[in-house]
């Protein structure tokens, strides 16, 4: 699994446009990147998951640059509710892949009135 | 469709008992997991299941077993607990192993004394 940086902390305001950044220079060409936010309590949920190029649903978009050496998680309008961690993993959909499976300390994303 | 629950919510351990934690999940996934959350840190993965039948070690599996009973369910053993296994642990399950957008349950609170 690729080694990955994310800001510790960030904070914004409701209404606002988020991007959270996620560096990982050491991708592997079969690696995927995936995002993943965290309510306190509560196990992840799973926010989105790209390739290549932007990737974007119906609560996020994921801009991946030509060189995948990072990639940026943008959350349009946000609210109170979105006040959470959000993890971001790099890496392969095998079963070898999963052996490290680790999701890191996260950005903790304040949202603020 | 209640998606990947987890038995118990809450759990007191002394040093040197055992138990088991039950996952089971409604989704038809072929992969499952466990993972551990220590306050303030990010998940790491004890064991997975890529398959019925197979089981693998993850980032920190020592303490601990799993039994993948059938294609539904995950259990995890903790055979002699130790303070240093208080944390809490998610199950999760995905359609294929890796980073694929896993699906998790609300996790056990776990406290060895």
């Known amino acids: 699994l690729a080694k990955t940086t994310q800001p510790i902390s960030m904070d914004s305001y409701e209404g606002q446009e988020v991007n959270i950044t996620c560096s990982h220079n050491n991708i592997a060409t079969n690696d995927y990147i995936t995002w993943y936010q965290q309510f306190p309590s509560q196990g992840p949920r799973f926010i989105i998951q790209g390739y290549k190029t932007k990737v974007t649903n119906e609560v996020a978009s994921l801009f991946i640059p030509a060189d995948r050496k990072s990639s940026t998680l943008s959350l349009p309008r946000v609210s109170l509710s979105d006040t959470a961690v959000y993890y971001c993993l790099v890496g392969g959909v095998s079963s070898g892949s999963a052996r490290q499976l680790t999701f890191g300390s996260g950005t903790q994303l304040t949202v603020l009135p | 469709n209640a998606g990947v629950t987890q038995t118990p919510k809450f759990q007191v351990l002394k040093t040197g008992q055992s138990m088991t934690l039950q996952c089971a999940q409604d989704m038809n996934h072929n992969s499952m997991y466990w993972y551990r959350q220590d306050p303030g840190m990010g998940l790491r993965l004890i064991y997975y299941?890529?398959?019925?039948?197979?089981?693998d070690k993850g980032e920190v599996p020592n303490g601990y077993n799993v039994s993948r009973l059938n294609k539904r369910e995950f259990s995890l053993r903790l055979e002699s607990a130790a303070p240093s296994q208080t944390s809490v642990y998610f199950c999760?399950?995905?359609?294929?192993?890796?980073?694929?957008?896993?699906?998790f349950g609300p996790g056990t609170r776990l406290t060895v004394t």
């Open positions: 299941s890529a398959s019925e039948g197979t089981t």
């Open positions: 999760a399950s995905s359609q294929v192993t890796g980073v694929y957008e896993q699906y």
